[in-house]
């Protein structure tokens, strides 16, 4: 069944169990591609997201929300001469999920002032999506956001960006794990009482509002390689698939792609199939690269539609190789090493796959990787003090040392949880 994109939006889910698809996805006109080098990321941003959204917003709200969302840079920084790295970092939370998590508030507040409704999202996060939610929804107006996360379980600057918020967000720290918040979160979706006193909305990874604009960044980084490579291969490091689900998207819509490559850590279930054609769901493990720590890739069934299942045609466009923890301490030291540079952890699993890939396939000439970065190293720093290595921290964490962390403590009880939602 299909529904307009205000709904997907605000449902996330279809009753169907599925995910929302765009029912066509709009060729991009190659003209205006071709003048791309003269163009802004936003700018581009806004011709890639109104050839999908013009029947349902208007080009000059379109504008002003990826105006406003997309306010940051996403540079490209070589690292050698045929691999570059695409800083997804310099947004508020320091992950590639602020392009989602601007975007998607700012479209939802859009739609709500149409019609004067008010929204509490729920979210439950192990590290970065809370962040990138809690920021991007912050003094959004009709809007208030409940953030749920594992108490000790986050690292110190992820956690910072959960809890000194205030206004529309607030932080609570469960006694327990990831998978318990988000029980709670899914009971609280579930429960009727709640549902008819609050209008619950979920800021999942899985809703198209944050896929749309990770159209973006493919498309820039298009834009400013096209004169010198005639071939782009995107290396994303993969948890949930939404990211590089984005970029074959684009692609989809007519971007120039050679080829993606899905990187993932010990999480290995789309290589796997890729290599067997058997997609084996399991209990995920936990790695160094934490937000790649999926055992069931959601988006993943977002792919297999592009390609109508065909698994022979998926593997022409999708590679994916995957990386256990001591394989990616030592591409963050060799990175470190060799080319003076930090990677986080999951940037460490793109690096890994461009070097096994030039292994394992014939290069054509003038054939360019580029690595998605998806966050910056100073948000995971265990790793980095075990290594030695120091890193500097933006701008933007400095600010949050001196913020007041205001934060509610609580058993992991639903009846705790609801009762204090319902207060
Ligand atoms: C969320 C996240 C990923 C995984 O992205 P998906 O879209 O779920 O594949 C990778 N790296 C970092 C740092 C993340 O926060």
New binding site residues.
Partial sequence: MSVDFETAVFNSLPADKGLYMPTVLPQIDEEVMANWDKKSLPEIAFETAYALLKDDISAEDLKAIIDDAANFDAPLHQLEKDVFVLELFHGPSL???DFGGRFMSRIMAHFLKKEQKEIQILVATS???GGAVALGFLNVPGIKVTILYPKGKVSPIQELQLTTNGNNIQAIAIDGTFDDCQALVKKAFHDEELNEKLNLTSAN?INISRLIP?MFYYANTYAKLKDQFDNLIFV??????????AGMMAWKMGLPVSRFIAATNSNDIVPEFLETGIYKARPSVQTL?N??D?GD?S?FVRILDMFDNNLEQLKEMLTSYSYNDEEIKSAIDYVYKEKSYVV?P??ATGFLAVTSDKIAQKQQEKTAYVVLA??HPC?FPDVFKEMGIMIEEPEQVKDLYVKEKICLEMRNSFDEFKGHLVS
Avoid: R, Y
Wanted: with cysteine; charged share 10%; proline share 7%.
């Fill in positions: 992950a590639f999920k590290g970065d999506t990874s990770q994303t490091p993969s948890g949930n698939f939404g990211n590089i689900a690269a937000a790649m999926v890739p988006n986080c999951h940037t998806t966050a948000k």
